[in-house]
Every structure is written in structure tokens, then in C-alpha cells.
């Protein structure tokens, strides 16, 4: 996935790419663990605006994933949709740019480029990457699995006697009362 400048025509240009997730190995390498998969397409859609020699990208992935609900260990279907926005400078003009505005590179999230040529998989993979919950949820409010019986508690209720919580807090709690 790349861009070379003079397709850029009158400083501005849209693309779509369909793409299937085996263009991306970081996302081969997350669905060879096992935890999350995505389905084919991926869609990207990029918005390229020129200004000189920097170039802005407003974008738009779109996926959908099937996921492990780190609840209740049920499969799910997860849609993926985030906007994103990057910019792109030519790798020569960066380190005036950075002592100039004494900005760390990665605080501006300026992407460097060479040879007239944007390179966007990785780009548009990190953001594919970022969107994935960290700890899936099947549901906003899983109630996950009962820990006695192993039940599935969001489609059967069990009769499991709900224990004391902690019974060293019990403990505790009678100490402290003797202090007092
Ligand atoms: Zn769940
Ligand atoms: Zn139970």
C-alpha cells in the first residue's frame, strides 16, 4: 500500500483499497495466536490533502473481527470502524522541523517519506491494531461465567449459593472491631 505524490492532482485525492487482512502481517501475526481474526475485506479509505511538501491523511478503516469474549469465553462478531489522521513529510525536511518546534517526532506524529513515495501499511496497520479492544466484551454488561458451576450466566441463571466474598475480610473486619 503506497502512494507516489504526482497521483496527488490539484493537491488532493481520494482512495479506497479493499484489502484482504494477509496484506497486513501484523495482522497475520496477531490471528496466528488465535485471539482475534479478522474477516475479509478490510476496508481503508484515505483522503490525501497537499500542502507543499506535507501531506495530510484523513482515514477510515472498517473490519470486522471475530474475538473471544474475555468474559464468558464466547465467540463474537466485532465491528471494527475508526477514523484516523496522519501527516506526511519528506524524511529530509524532519530534523529541522523537530529542533525548530522542539517537538519530539512521535508528539507531532509526523510520518516521514522519501523519494516522493508514501508508505501506508503500517501506518494503517497500527490503526487497525489500536482499534481492537484490549479486553473484549460480548456484551457492555457480560455477566460472564458462574464460578462454581461454569455456567454461561448470560443465557441460563444457576442456582449456585453466592459465597462470602472473601472470608480473611470477614477476619479482618472482626479484628478491627475488637480495636476500636
Ligand atoms: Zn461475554
Ligand atoms: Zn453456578
Known amino acids: 500500500m503506497q502512494l507516489e505524490l504526482k497521483h496527488i492532482r490539484g493537491g488532493e485525492l481520494e482512495q479506497e483499497y479493499s484489502c484482504h487482512p494477509k496484506e497486513f502481517p501484523g495482522l497475520v501475526l496477531l490471528t496466528g495466536v488465535g485471539d482475534s481474526v479478522y474477516r475479509d475485506p478490510v476496508l481503508v479509505k484515505l483522503r490525501f490533502v497537499q500542502s507543499g511538501r506535507l501531506i495530510e491523511v484523513s482515514g477510515y478503516v ?6 473471544i469474549c474475555g468474559c464468558c469465553l464466547s465467540p463474537f462478531t466485532f465491528d471494527l470502524a475508526e477514523e484516523f489522521a496522519l501527516s506526511f513529510v519528506p524524511e529530509s525536511t524532519l530534523p529541522d522541523l ?5 517537538l519530539e517526532t512521535d508528539e507531532l506524529a509526523l510520518i516521514p517519506y522519501r523519494e516522493d513515495r508514501l508508505e501506508l501499511l503500517v501506518p494503517v496497520q497500527e ?3 489500536m482499534a481492537v479492544p484490549m479486553h473484549p466484551l460480548c456484551l457492555d454488561d457480560c455477566k460472564g461465567l458462574c464460578p462454581d458451576c461454569g455456567v454461561d450466566l448470560n443465557k441460563t441463571a444457576c442456582h449456585c449459593e453466592k459465597k462470602v466474598f472473601n472470608s480473611k475480610f470477614g477476619d479482618l473486619a472482626h479484628l478491627k472491631g475488637r480495636e476500636v
Open 62 to 67: 472498517q473490519a470486522t473481527l471475530d474475538l
Open 127 to 129: 490503526q487497525l491494531l
Open 98 to 102: 523537530t529542533t525548530e518546534v522542539e
